[in-house]
């Protein structure tokens, strides 16, 4: 089946596009803006937000809302998302318990260490990296599996309800954005680059790039495939991704194409229920997710030793000092992010020591206030001192949050990877899958897909899901939810969602200003800095004093965050992506 494209639009959508609330502010706040006294969503698809905000408004709780919401964005946005993904999420109750759900993706039974060292087969142009792009890319996704799991625990609608509107989206269409069309003209200049891909991934080359013809903005994509996918899931249940006819048919489209999953990976999968990281930051308690994430880590990491500084103060009295210490405190965060971190079922993860107050210390004492200092110097090396016992005291991916009328939270990270995943679909169910196995260190050296070079704790091996940026986090003041946020975009999830709770936490800034203040990334290698847009000419030149390496490459994260402040809700979604959020 193909996707219709037309340029008319549909009263669904168009009902979307205006239903979110008040908008904080005077006439003049933006769109991407909303408030609400009772419940909120924030995601970066208007018509995702709308469905999980239909669902609260019929009574379902944050949990049922955010299956809503996941549902809805894996129809539009198959950029970035979808059940051929995976992710992490954490719910918090109003009560206090917390849970943390992983639905990573995992390798396939037949993976090995070296599988993507070995040449691969050549075609016209230069040959495609295996690891993220075709059949060997392909990791066994656990999206559904992990929808199947949280709403079997802690749903209250049932499983056909909450699919209904994304049914609607992928029968009636939705009107592609700007954000849609940059990342199909990314993904057509791979085809361009590797033209068999146009047969080996013939699915994706037709029915989102138009085979070679990108459709226009306002243009309407529909997906009859994939609401005969959704279809069957209401009627069967979330399980008949990973068994039965659908999972044979996945198995059938991987293997013809060359790939390794089976049906029985895909009958294996399991969700993994882990705990989450807790810290203390000033008067703030952060709840964020642990390895096989890097995120949480990275993030409390960075946090403990901006911790030590007079970060408010430093603000007002010397702001190019407040960016330089940020970018060197998640310069030693990256750093150990690379030599150390992966999946905790597979090796010891010294998550511990690296989040602790004496550790941060440490570092931050290395900070230089006067000068950046070359990447060996920053995190540690030293396998005994970091696995010692501790002494004293992170293109494709989309996140939302939701908060219900009795407090209840949900924030929740999904992604296919890169733009359009694999490139490689299940063409009879519209089913796009994920290239996740570019996450793992597919090549010793070589940087992946994001340019991050990784170390052996994240090699390939069966049955492991590979480090993820992804970086759900519920920050609480009073043991009350304050603020929600995440963040898409690789490894700039990481700094996107780091600047942003430093602008709402310690900088004083308005939601406006947190989310469309100039945003440094730094990864550590390479040792250069990128922002989202142009900085002022005074933090370049103060930068660049300093010793670092500014380049000229525009990039950043894709933020969504909910705000508690004067009792209201107040949600953002990031106009660098066109969502908008919905409340009441």
Known sequence: MSSILTPVLLPFVSVCLVAFGAQPGDA????????????????????ASQAGLRILQAGGNAVDAAAAVSFALGVTRPESTGLGGGGFMLVRWADGRVCMLDYREVAPA??????FSRPA??????????????????????????????????????????????????????????????????ALKTYQKHPGLQQSCAYVWRTFLGSGTLPRQGDMLRRPALAKLLRLIAQDGAGCLHHGPVAAQIEATVRAAGGILTRDDLERYEVRRREPLRCRYRDYTVLTVPPPSSGGTAIIEGLKILETFDLPRLATTDPALTTHVQIEALKHAFADR????????????????????AYARRLAARIDVNRTKPPDDYGTADAAELLAPPVGDDGGTSHFCVVDKAGNVVVATETINTEFGSLLAVEEYGLILNNEMDDFTAVAGAPNAFGLIQGEANAVAPGKRPLSSMSPTIVLKDNEPVLLVGASGGPRIITSVFHVMLCLLDYGRSPEEAMTSCRPHQQWSPDEVCFDHD???????ALQQRGHHLADKRRTGIVQFILRRDGTWIGASDPRKGGRPAGY
């Open 535 to 541: 900085p002022p000419a005074s933090l370049a030149a």
């Open 121 to 186: 087969g050549a075609e016209g142009g230069e040959v495609p990296p295996p690891s993220r792009y075709g059949p060997l890319a392909v990791a066994v996704p656990g999206t559904l599996a992990g929808w199947e799991y949280a709403l079997r625990v802690f749903g209250s609608k049932p499983l056909p309800e909450l699919l209904a509107p994304a049914i609607t989206l992928a029968e009636d269409g939705f009107a592609l954005d700007a954000h849609y069309l940059d990342n199909a003209a990314d």
């Open 28 to 47: 003049t706040s933006p769109d991407w803006l909303a408030v609400g006294t009772q419940a909120m969503v924030a995601s970066d698809s208007a018509p």
């Open 110 to 115: 037949a993976a090995t260490p070296d599988m």
């Open 338 to 357: 690379a030599r150390w971190l992966g999946d905790p079922d597979f090796g010891r993860v010294p998550v511990e020591r690296l989040t602790s107050a």
